[in-house]
């Protein structure tokens, strides 16, 4: 079973332009969730789509956006790019929406550096 | 946002050792994860904890969801090379519909010494 496909894995944007990541999750999985890692912040959750629609956005500003389409696979957006917007942007995937049972895995990462 | 408060921030071990690392938190939290990263690489699920009190064991790693719901510990025994990395906790708690995004600790670097 292929596990949770992130692309591309590595890119260097400019100051002010737009970047647009693509997530496909493990095979039957419905939820796509998004996070970005820093080595200041960490792991930060950035927001959760379920059935095409967003469920939970973390405390981000409004130039990350996100949408996922009816095959489940997502996709997300950071506009006008800020050097602090450089970090690895992981996707995750789970069966449902939540719940006990449910397990959350984790793609490789897209590596975005902003210059 | 809120972390989880994950310590040791970082242990030197020698190879065969038993290693723990624990996280706490003012709230509480309805699953525990633990995850493993390595440079480059996206946070590999280790142990999932769903219930208060429960204890999970993966190999050599065990893993127990805290009774007051607010920690969650990881027990390595006996390390090797191929332990080294850091290592995550993660937390979710269950509202209105759903679940929330997975709130993370800030990692324990675990380094062996030959």
């Known amino acids: 079973k292929a596990g949770v496909t992130q692309t591309p894995r590595y890119l260097i944007k400019t100051r002010g332009q737009q970047v647009t990541l693509s997530c496909s999750p493990i095979s039957g999985h419905r939820s796509v969730s998004w996070y970005q890692q820093t080595p200041g912040q960490g792991l930060q959750f950035l927001f959760e789509?379920?059935?095409?629609?967003?469920?939970n956005k973390g405390n981000f500003p409004g130039r990350f956006s996100g949408r996922q389409f009816s095959n489940s696979r997502s996709e997300m957006n950071v506009s006008t790019l800020e050097l602090g917007d450089s970090a690895l942007y992981l996707c995750?995937?789970?069966?449902?929406?939540?719940?006990?049972?449910?397990?959350?895995?984790f793609g490789e990462g897209s590596w975005l550096t902003v210059v | 946002g809120q972390q989880l408060n994950q310590s040791p921030q970082s242990m030197f071990i020698q190879e065969g050792e038993d290693v723990s690392m624990n996280c706490t938190s003012s709230?509480?939290?309805?699953?525990w994860l633990w995850y493993k990263q390595d440079p480059g690489e996206g946070p590999v699920l280790l142990i999932a904890l769903y219930k208060a009190g429960e204890l999970t064991s993966n190999g050599r790693l065990t893993a127990q969801f805290g009774i007051t719901r607010k920690d969650s510990f990881l027990n390595i025994s006996a390390s090797i090379p191929s332990d080294v990395g850091i290592y995550f906790c993660a937390g979710q708690k269950f509202s209105g519909g759903g679940a929330d995004g997975l709130t993370f600790g800030k990692g324990t670097h675990l380094i062996i010494q030959p």
């Open positions: 995750a995937s789970s069966l449902s929406a939540g719940g006990s049972g449910n397990t959350i895995y």
């Open positions: 789509y379920f059935s095409e629609t967003q469920r």
């Open positions: 709230s509480i939290f309805n699953t």
